[in-house]
């Protein structure tokens, strides 16, 4: 049946576009782990630097700080990227079993065309057989 194919195909591009939007949401997850970690570094290396001058230890409060505000909207961002990405997983998998129940259908309905086929055939051969031996016996 044509239909089912179209929207077999249509599920399939569906699929196609969930992955590239789950690809895109781990991306952005990823990337701020990265900042995450790169901001964790700096800070390490700030502190350490620092270390008991008196200057450096002031600039380096209000550097800790602002790494600290940076770091608390970091983590709101990882905890909204983390959705995302689980949200994107579930869309993505509910497309796929779209997508499998749509080519079930159809190779369900393949098979019964084909036994149906078969048995149209069958019952032609039987059909031919019976009237050549019929007239085998007449004649």
């Not at 569906?14 to 997850?29: G, I």
């Not at 995450?36 to 700096?42: G, I, M, R, V």
């Not at 502190?47 to 709101?76: I, K, T």
């Given at each position: 049946?044509?239909?089912?194919?179209t929207?077999?195909?249509?599920?399939?591009?569906?699929v196609?576009?969930?992955?590239?939007?789950?690809?895109?949401?781990?991306?952005?997850?990823?990337?701020?782990?990265?900042?995450?970690?790169?901001l964790?570094?700096?800070?390490?290396?700030?502190?350490?630097?620092?270390?008991?001058?008196?200057?450096?230890?002031?600039?380096?409060a209000?550097?800790?700080?602002?790494?600290?505000?940076r770091r608390?909207?970091?983590?709101g961002?990882?905890?909204?990227?983390?959705?995302?990405?689980e949200?994107?997983?579930?869309?993505?998998?509910?497309?796929?079993e779209?997508?499998?129940?749509?080519e079930i259908?159809?190779?369900?309905r393949?098979?019964?065309?084909?036994?149906e086929?078969?048995?149209r055939e069958?019952?032609?051969?039987?059909?031919?057989?019976?009237?050549?031996?019929?007239?085998?016996?007449?004649?």
């Amino acid at each position: 049946m044509k239909t089912l194919g179209t929207l077999i195909k249509l599920a399939s591009a569906q699929v196609d576009e969930k992955r590239l939007v789950l690809r895109a949401e781990q991306e952005r997850e990823d990337a701020i782990k990265a900042a995450l970690d790169e901001l964790e570094d700096s800070l390490a290396a700030e502190r350490q630097a620092a270390g008991g001058l008196g200057e450096a230890a002031f600039a380096y409060a209000a550097f800790g700080a602002a790494a600290l505000r940076r770091r608390e909207s970091l983590q709101g961002d990882l905890l909204r990227a983390g959705a995302a990405v689980e949200t994107a997983r579930d869309e993505l998998s509910a497309n796929f079993e779209r997508q499998k129940r749509y080519e079930i259908t159809d190779a369900g309905r393949r098979r019964r065309d084909a036994a149906e086929t078969r048995r149209r055939e069958t019952i032609d051969a039987d059909e031919r057989a019976l009237q050549r031996h019929g007239r085998r016996r007449r004649g």
